[in-house]
């Protein structure tokens, strides 16, 4: 299958053209579908996971859109950009589906997209075809009159809710108890707080007040590296499997990483334990990366002898550690663009963007080390249909879903966002 149409597929095999399997036959319907009653992740990998009370709905999207064909959707959406010229700028994530990739002015991972969304100064739009988190870093690193657009606001992350900022500042004034808030004989700090890239604006924010950072999955190492130069230890969230292969990465024990369990006494944790910690782990995951296991790594070996297996350092340790690599969604794009010889690729990331390579690069044999087509829920939330419908109100001069972050939160987050900048990825 060369199609780099993750929907194409899924369609497929909804119609019982194909044999191979989806998680959810739900993720063939638009996903307006899935606007109306509670909020909820949506079919694909985050459907099983518990989403926030208050988390953003999506309101109707006029019929039009909805019944729209796939060509006509591409017509408009080509129409609407073209009367926008520069006062418009896309933002596409690696994960999107490709009828929304198609009209990304930027395609990249979520620190190439933080860049673009600062290098637009003359886009009165930022139109982000990404998630919710992405949108607000976008609003908070782009000038006060750009207005930055989510084009479904549904579109969040379960991983990126699995911290919250009361449930943090809890944790942290129960660290600040044992550690103390002084700093040692070298000025350095009892913890430092990172958080990934994937959290909210406040969590970005209370990094930035306590001298902390926000990281990606590209500059993770650059980033731990600052944070123990001013620090004895970190607190890392929200992504637990993040935090420990780039720790371990850099010669950390696992044992000196002990995992807090929000909303329990210390985390669950003996304050022993916490004393002789290096990296403090919050209890958050990728629900889309927790897919992948060494069995299939296994399998892949003796299916395809000599094949190179690279995996996103979002996967379970077990996981990386059975790979011949892990890198950022970029640093596997750039593996398999730098391959000058025909080869197998079995890559444990988002099936969108091991599609979109595999039809790309024809000359090797690329696929997702699961077999069962299952999107992340969220990024699949946003649809040509939407992007339509957000171009074609700019167009009519009304700005809908926009994503604003204000006041002290914006100001403290983007201090954190520009010592992440600064840290260039390893
Ligand atoms: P990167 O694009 O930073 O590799 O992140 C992957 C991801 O999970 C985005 O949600
Ligand atoms: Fe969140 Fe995982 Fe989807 Fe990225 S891939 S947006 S971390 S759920």
Redesign the pocket.
Known sequence: MTTASVNERIQLIVSGKTNEETCSPALAKGPWEFDRGPAAYGPGSSMSDLIPTGSPIQGALPAEYKTASEAELHERIIAAKKTLGDKVVILG???QREEVVQHADYL??????ANAAKAHPEAEAIVFC??H??AETADILSSENQAVILPNLAAG?S?ADMADIDSVTEAWEQLEEIYGTEPDENGRMPIIPVTY??SSAALKGFCGERGGIVC???NAKTVLAWAFERGQRVLFFPDQHLGRNTAKAMGISTDLMPLWRGRQPLGGNTAEALLEAKVVLWNGF?S??KRFNVGQIEKARIDFPGVRVIV?P?CPMEVVDAADENG????ILKAVAAATEPTTFAIG??VNMVQRLAAQYPQHKIFCLDPVICP?ST?YRIHPGYLAWVLERLVAGEVVNQIKVDGHVAETAKVALERMLAAKPA
């Open positions: 994530h690696f994960y990249g991972d979520s620190f190439q997209l990404g998630v988190f992405m992350c991983m890239m994937n990606t999955s590209s990728c889309v990366h996103h979002e950022s969604t970029d640093y990331t988002e992340c990024m």
